[in-house]
């Protein structure tokens, strides 16, 4: 049973530009939620998608956009990359309605920008 | 609002000593509580949880007890072992439908000496 997969696992970026990060969720599961870890932080949430919808968000700017797919996978995006923005980006999909239950996470997208 | 306090890190213990991370949280409502772990190089695993007060969760010899009247959710293991040597993170999430945003504490790395 494939779990949570993210890609790419790592990658450099300069200031202004823009990435995008791939998740596909565990088997079975139809919601998925990013997160930004900073180094030495906890996970901060992104935002989470169901049925296609961004559903919840969190406290990040514009800048983070989101989609995901008919095949329940995701793509997080971020333009004008800012220094800050270097972090572990995490990928965790559930069951919909998810509140309450556990989130099964990828190994994440370690993203540098210089 | 919703927030996670946990203690601050690192805590290094000799192998077979005794564990305590103490975890607290703020929160609206009647939210799970759970308990992940980060093993190097890898994503977030849940190690265990619980969803109303007065509940344990129990894993790998890992215990927490959800208090509502200390708003707590401390974990312990009588043991540790080598191998326990992780990142764990504490957090809640609200059971009530419409949202969705899991809450993370700030981790604690964990190091156990042979």
């Known amino acids: 049973d494939a779990g949570v997969t993210q890609s790419p696992t790592h990658l450099i970026k300069t200031r202004g530009q823009q990435v995008t990060l791939r998740c596909s969720p565990k088997?079975?599961?139809?919601?998925v939620s990013w997160y930004q870890q900073a180094l030495g932080q906890g996970p901060q949430f992104i935002f989470q998608y169901y049925e296609e919808e961004e559903r919840q968000r969190g406290n990040f700017p514009d800048r983070f956009s989101g989609h995901q797919f008919p095949n329940y996978s995701s793509e997080l995006n971020v333009n004008a990359l800012l220094l800050g923005d270097s972090a572990l980006y995490l990928c965790a999909s559930s069951l919909w309605p998810s509140g309450g239950g556990e989130l099964f996470f990828g190994e994440g997208s370690r993203l540098t920008v210089l | 609002g919703n927030s996670v306090t946990q203690m601050e890190g690192p805590v290094t213990l000799s192998e077979e000593a005794f564990l305590t991370i103490n975890c607290t949280y703020t929160a609206t409502g009647y939210p799970s509580l759970f308990w992940y772990v980060q093993y190097p190089g890898e994503g977030l695993q849940l190690l265990l949880k619980a969803t109303k007060a007065d509940d344990k969760g129990s894993n790998k010899g890992f215990e927490a007890t959800y208090r509502k009247e200390t708003t707590s959710f401390h974990l312990e293991k009588g043991s540790v072992q080598v191998s326990d040597s992780a990142v764990y993170f504490c957090?809640?999430?609200?059971?009530?439908?419409?949202?969705?945003?899991?809450?993370f504490g700030t981790g604690t790395r964990l190091k156990v000496l042979a």
């Open positions: 957090a809640h999430s609200p059971t009530t439908s419409g949202t969705y945003k899991y809450i």
């Open positions: 088997s079975g599961h139809d919601t």
